[in-house]
């Protein structure tokens, strides 16, 4: 069976960092696009981040541009998301989701595969 599993949330302050990883098993995920989407309370699940399949780049939101980095390791099957100068409003949680496809894309319906998620919270 096909599963995702995030980890590395938590409580952080304002300014500081995390690094959420998703591991994935179940089949080899290398060429595809994965993403970030994140979730605050009574809000919509809206866009993060993204890689594409074989080297076809990221994406990034406005809200993260500069402070969040993706990557990801093939030899682990594992993607990551750095984050840096966090803010109370990257609060949220975090879902990595797998497509099918290697074109990243941020939309959530492209994601045929996700995680159970992870929370982030950041103190004031």
């Known amino acids: 069976q096909v599963q995702l599993v995030e980890s590395g949330g938590g409580l952080v302050q304002a300014g500081g960092s995390l690094r959420l990883s998703c591991a994935a098993s179940g089949r080899t995920f290398s060429s595809s696009a994965m993403g970030w989407f994140r979730q605050a309370p009574g809000k919509e699940r809206e866009f993060v981040a993204a890689i594409g399949g074989s080297g076809l780049g990221t994406s990034y939101a406005d809200s993260v541009k500069g402070r969040f980095t993706i990557s990801r390791d093939n030899a682990k099957n594992t993607v990551y998301l750095e984050m840096n100068i966090l803010k109370p409003e990257d609060t949220a949680v975090y879902y990595c989701?797998?497509?099918?496809?290697?074109?990243?894309?941020?939309?959530?319906?492209?994601?045929?595969?996700w995680g159970q998620g992870t929370q982030v919270t950041v103190s004031s």
């Open positions: 989701a797998a497509a099918r496809g290697p074109f990243q894309s941020r939309t959530h319906d492209y994601y045929g595969v």
